[in-house]
């Protein structure tokens, strides 16, 4: 099956807000208690019941205006996924053919390794089941043919779905008519994100936009050095003291018909 | 047990089962850990079926006795300390003589140095178990209960997985000294009785001192 990525177009987007409410409709995701914070961001934050949040940043203009900014945040479905490479349970976090991360939360046993791997901050814990969560990239809809939930709703195009190296082509493209402040994000970074962004504005006016990720430096001295290092230290140290008994033999006391044990 | 002729107690009851205590929950540990390191090994998690209202059973339940049997690896260390402590945690001089020869372990050497009660090659086993105790126990309290936040708790991982390579091998020269490579010297964590021959062999100042009771134990 051919990779697919989807395109939050950030220029299009009027947050509006109803992918938001289609992920929550399609997945199951119970509504939650939130808090007035003076802005329509609602809930504040992701949660394990909110898997796609429009981000609201108000940005104010040298000419005295205000800029109010929009931005779809969910997973972005590296294809390096640190959560992946975090993950202690087989199966339990799992890649699609299409390229989308999903969590499978009948192995998931809540150690919370994913969310503290990922460079976008993007798993949540249930307090209540101990399980992680987040967006799945409607893999359940995708394989049949559908596209994800939020972008079936999404009446801006904002989101679009489709064939990876068209999704990359028409952001580069989308991009370039926006004008020279506008930038692709995604497709550079975690050998690929499988949601690519087009952004209208300076990348540091967006609330919690990572710049430039990649997978945590204390992740990879983890999985890829100390870990494997770990093995050959104990190897070693089971070859060393089998040759030392081997070769220089066990430290007898000096009357052996004494000795016991 | 009754004093044994000819045999000296090398270490009392308690010191034995704490020992017990101490060896069976790191074995159990490094059993687990391995079990939630390795995918390959996933085998390990098969061992463990569910806890009633806390774990489903497989990895769940793995991850959770890992997580108990680390409390108990903590709380027996203390005991070890007061044990242990005051005979290891301090090298001096004649440690670094020993440590030039390696305790004739690698090399023919005419005469080791003496030591006490333990030798350096034992203390410097003990320090590092102590060191290795404090990053276990406090990365792994942080990274049961995950509330530095994860730029701070992916960091801990590192330093576990550390104290994984230096207890792992320290443990395997360990268990080869305590058993095959040095005969008779087992008993310590058995019965808890040794030959004189033996103390004469690995503790001679040691078995001076109590012959003339100076020290009891």
């Known amino acids: 099956m051919e990779e697919k990525v989807m395109l939050v177009d950030v220029s299009k ?61 969910a997973c972005l479905h590296c294809t390096d996924a640190g959560c992946m490479r975090a993950c202690p349970v087989p ?99 975690v050998d690929g994100t499988h949601v690519i962004y087009v952004l209208p504005e300076n990348i540091r006016l967006y609330e919690r936009m990572k710049i430039n990720p990649s997978i945590p430096l204390s992740v990879i001295l983890w999985k890829d050095v100390l870990k494997p290092l770990s093995v050959l230290a104990i190897g070693a140290a089971l070859v060393g003291t089998f040759f030392h008994y081997v070769i220089k033999g066990p430290k007898r006391p000096e009357e052996g018909g004494n000795e016991h044990g | 047990m009754a004093k044994p002729k000819n045999l000296i107690l090398a270490s009392t009851a308690f ?11 790191c074995l159990f540990l490094f059993l687990t850990g391995f079990g939630l390191m390795f995918h390959s090994l996933s085998f390990i998690s098969r061992l463990f079926p569910p806890i009633p209202y806390l774990a489903a059973g497989g990895y769940e339940s793995m991850k959770l006795l890992h997580n108990l049997c680390g409390l108990l690896f903590a709380v027996s260390f203390l005991p070890a300390l007061l044990i242990w402590g005051k005979d290891t945690l301090f090298l001096d001089k004649e440690d670094m003589e020993w440590f030039k020869v390696m305790g004739g372990y690698l090399w023919e050497v005419e005469q080791v140095p003496e030591g006490g009660k333990f030798n350096a090659g034992q203390k410097l086993f003990f320090i590092a178990l102590f060191l290795v105790w404090v990053i276990m126990v406090v ?13 701070l708790t992916r960091w801990l991982y590192v330093l576990h997985v550390l104290g994984v390579l230096i207890l792992g091998s320290f443990l395997v020269i360990h268990f080869y000294l305590g058993t095959y490579g040095n005969p008779g010297t087992f008993q310590v964590m058995g019965h808890g009785y040794v030959t004189k021959a033996w103390c004469r062999k690995h503790r001679p100042k040691w078995l001076r001192d109590v012959e003339a009771g100076r020290r009891s134990i």
Not at chain 1, 21 to 29: D, E, I, R, S, Y
Not at chain 1, 41 to 51: I, K
Request: glycine letters at 8%; hydrophobic letters at 40%.
């Open chain 1, 91 to 189: 199966g339990a976090i799992f890649r699609t053919p299409q390229g989308a991360v999903v969590i499978n939360q009948e192995l998931c046993i809540g150690c919370k390794m994913c969310v503290n791997a990922c460079p976008f901050e993007i798993p949540r814990i249930n307090a209540e089941t101990n399980r992680a969560y987040k967006c799945t990239l409607c893999w359940d809809r995708t394989a049949r043919g559908l596209i994800p939930a939020c972008v079936k709703a999404c009446a801006m195009g904002t989101l679009t779905f489709g064939n990876k190296e068209e999704m990359i082509q028409q952001a580069y493209a989308r991009a370039k008519a926006l004008g020279e402040k506008a930038t692709v994000y995604g497709d550079k970074y």
């Open chain 1, 13 to 73: 987007c009027t947050a509006c807000r109803a992918c938001q409410v289609a992920c929550k409709q399609w997945n199951g995701l119970p509504a939650e208690k939130t808090e007035q914070r003076g802005t329509h961001q609602n809930p504040p934050d992701l949660t394990w019941a909110t898997w796609n949040l429009i981000r609201f940043t108000e940005v104010p203009t040298k000419e005295g205006n205000l800029k109010w900014l929009f931005r779809r945040d």
């Open chain 2, 139 to 151: 990365t792994g309290i942080f990274m049961w209960f995950p509330v530095l936040g994860p730029s």
């Open chain 2, 15 to 25: 010191e034995r089962v704490i020992h017990w205590i101490l060896g069976g929950s």
